[in-house]
């Protein structure tokens, strides 16, 4: 996969993992792009590890489901350096 198609990976996948987590997170597109690329490498690591395969096919489900739960635990991850609390008053 490219770097075009790892971009709109990241966006998609970053997106979708952001309105997973609850909470505001803040910082937009490009928060989600970051979050989202993050997300694909590290839900790529996790499925490395766990002999799931190669992770390199933009249309395989595989590939989503790792890159969103990546994503989900960047946000995550985020959320509790930063300080954000799950709901917002």
């Not at 839900?43 to 799931?52: K, M, N, Y």
């Amino acid at each position: 996969m490219g770097i075009i198609g790892w971009l709109v990976l990241g966006l998609i996948a970053g997106a979708i993992a952001r309105l997973i987590l609850p909470g505001h997170q803040g910082s937009g597109w490009l928060g989600a792009l970051i979050t989202g690329i993050l997300g694909a490498i590290l839900g790529g690591w996790i499925a490395s590890l766990l002999g799931v395969g190669a992770m390199d096919e933009f249309f395989s489900l595989g590939t989503w489901i790792f890159a969103i739960l990546g994503g989900v635990i960047v946000a995550f991850i985020w959320q509790a350096i930063t300080g954000r609390k799950g709901a917002r008053h």
